[in-house]
């Protein structure tokens, strides 16, 4: 098998602009090569030619050695990001990226570790420190994060800082929303509210998993609390829009249905990933603290 790339400083392999997953590699083409010998360990032959491309030949225990090590690497890469310890210092700013509420692997198997190394240590961060460096030397600078959302949301200008500002709130509420050994159909008190507002547990199990898969593209399900009528209801929002942002309803719980959020996990089936936190994951407790501050 060959792989073509161009060395880099660093020992990094360039070709078409696309990084090998995880090895920090850029990838190019694979040919099977029946005629490469086996190698033995520590075996392995490249050559330069004359344009200054790196092309490596790997036999079959090669190649094996090498996708071990490139998998060892990846999940490396996973733990550094997942690890307080380990991870670069957050960009500063009024934003910060709280630690998980559990272990990285706590959820599984709903949602993988892998899952959540990209959720949390990619997408969450990368909206922190956006926000982060949006509002350094603004107004906004100088405020807590839910503020931060709330004036962002009509202010036309910020609407980028928006984004990334409701995000990061959007996504802290979002890990609290889930306990691993959770869901299921929760206690007597939120259980009344259920059957009072949607008839049924197994009424609200339906409607919220609709709920999840009818939003169309990115967004997310809220249970929430209807501030007028003191009922129980669902809400859904586009992309970075949230109920902070009004007055109408009460965040008690959330479900992440950006694709991010599923798709190492479940692929296109996004009802499946929705039934499963709501019966395994669901965090009722957290529902009832919000209740009581509602």
């Not at 509420?101 to 993988?112: D, G, M, R, T």
């Amino acid at each position: 098998m060959f792989f073509k790339g161009r060395r880099m400083p660093g020992g990094r392999l360039v070709k078409d602009g696309k990084l090998f997953p995880g090895s920090g590699v850029l990838c190019h083409t694979f040919k099977w090569n029946p005629g490469a010998p086996a190698l033995s360990p520590g075996g392995n032959r490249s050559k330069v030619n004359l344009e200054g491309d790196t092309i490596m030949n790997f036999g079959r225990r090669g190649l094996v050695g090498a996708a071990l090590a490139v998998g060892a690497l990846v999940k490396a890469g996973a733990d550094r990001i997942i690890s307080p310890a380990h991870a670069e210092p957050v960009v500063a700013g009024p934003v910060t990226l709280p630690e998980l509420p559990w272990s990285a692997s706590a959820l599984e198997p709903v949602i993988s570790e892998r899952t959540i190394s990209f959720h949390y240590g990619k997408h969450h961060r990368n909206y922190v420190e956006t926000a982060n460096t949006l509002a350094a030397g603004t107004p906004y600078a100088d405020l807590p994060l839910v503020e931060i959302v709330q004036k962002s949301a009509r202010d036309p200008a910020a609407a980028k800082l928006f984004n990334n500002a409701a995000q990061a709130w959007n996504h802290d509420f979002y890990w609290q929303s889930l306990a691993p050994k959770s869901g299921g159909q929760p206690g007597a008190q939120v259980s009344a509210m259920i059957v009072d507002a949607f008839g049924s547990y197994k009424d609200f199990h339906s409607q919220f998993v609709e709920a999840a898969t009818g939003q169309f593209g990115s967004g997310w399900v809220w249970l929430a609390l209807d501030r007028s009528s003191k009922k129980l209801t669902l809400v859904k929002t586009a992309n970075a829009d949230t109920p902070l942002t009004g007055i109408g309803y009460a965040p008690l719980a959330v479900l992440d249905v950006w694709e991010h959020a599923y798709y190492l996990d479940y692929q296109n089936l996004r009802k499946d990933h929705a039934t499963q936190v709501l019966d395994k994951l669901l965090n009722w407790a957290f529902v009832e603290k919000n209740l009581e501050q509602a």
